[in-house]
């Protein structure tokens, strides 16, 4: 049985206390760990997810602040921020977004899209949704409608395989 550790530490690497207030950064060890997360960085065997959160006297963790893995323009952003968006949509499913390269901004946002069976949305509608809800720097410059997402047999959204 392949066992993960999960710890919440501060700027020192030290953990946080256990009080379900004290904030730092989420890191993970554990067999498998490093490979699905292969552009973050690993010190002694922990991955450093960028993730912010808490930890309660009962070990239950809480991200309290998702990664900031696009820098679009000056303002990174979190893709789990617009994916939320975009997922409270009623005609979408699923969501995922991922950075693409822009040699202006650096980065910019796109969208890979579910629908739900039966609902249509247009890529102007979902972009419009997002423009009501976030900062334009923030919303996906281009969406890509698909029948189902790219997945691990766990469930998990392979953004790697929507990069290629």
């Known amino acids: ?17 256990h009080n379900g207030k004290e904030i730092g950064e989420i890191i993970v060890k554990g067999q498998g760990v490093v490979d699905q997360s292969s552009n973050m960085s690993a010190v002694e065997g922990w991955v450093r997810t960028g993730d912010k959160g808490t930890i309660d006297k009962n070990g239950k963790i809480h991200v309290v602040e998702p990664m900031k ?3 679009s323009s000056e303002t990174p952003l979190s893709s789990m921020d617009v994916e939320k968006i975009l997922l409270s949509h009623p005609a979408v499913q699923e969501a995922a ?9 650096g980065e910019i946002v796109q969208g890979f899209i579910v629908l739900h069976k039966g609902q249509t949305a247009t890529e102007r509608e979902l972009m419009d949704f997002c423009l ?8 996906p410059k281009r969406i890509t409608f698909m029948e189902e997402l790219p997945k691990t047999v766990s469930g998990k959204i392979l953004k790697t395989q929507l990069k290629a």
């Open 1 to 17: 049985m392949t066992r993960t550790e999960v710890r919440v530490v501060n700027e020192h690497g030290k953990d946080v206390a």
């Open 69 to 71: 893995d696009i820098t």
């Open 97 to 105: 977004i991922i950075p693409v390269p822009d040699q202006e901004l």
């Open 132 to 139: 009501n809800k976030m900062d334009k720097t923030e919303c």
